[in-house]
């Protein structure tokens, strides 16, 4: 194979664009941002990625998308609530429901795990009184 063959991207209709997202959007959440990516990756124009948007309203919502990552994030990676904000606002969720996926978190749990993770640096920092 040649370079050129390797590299090259299979550019998509929007329509088979659309069935690819709509499978992507069943299997996992997926915010506009993630589906505006993946359709630069495909060829698309933006005004036909923007029509495809508008027929996935049923498929991508953000208010989801981010109430769902704010949940696997502190369950699944331990983020805490600084780097959750950060990587959504990289992701351009909007500011309002960060704000309302954040609210919805478990606080006490947030807390609890912070304390345990100061107690395990506290045995290992060195420090002199």
């Known amino acids: 194979m040649q370079p050129d063959e390797i590299r090259k991207k299979k550019v998509k209709t ?9 499978r992507l959007c069943a299997r996992a959440e ?3 941002e993630d589906a505006r990516r993946l ?10 990625a923007e029509g495809v948007l508008a027929k996935l309203v049923r498929f991508i919502d953000d ?4 109430g769902a990552f704010v949940r696997e994030k502190l369950r699944l990676s331990g983020w805490g609530e600084y780097k959750i904000r950060t990587a959504l606002q990289r992701k351009r969720i909007d500011r309002a429901l960060i704000d309302a996926a954040l609210a919805e ?3 006490p ?6 304390r345990r993770q100061l107690e395990r ?9």
């Open 14 to 22: 929007p329509e088979q664009a659309l069935a690819a997202l709509m």
């Open 30 to 32: 997926k915010s506009q």
């Open 105 to 107: 978190a478990d606080r």
């Open 63 to 66: 208010a989801r998308y981010a």
């Open 121 to 129: 640096k506290a045995r290992t920092a060195k420090y002199s009184t």
């Open 39 to 48: 359709m630069r990756g495909w060829g698309l124009a933006e005004r036909d």
């Open 109 to 114: 749990a947030m807390g609890e795990r912070l």
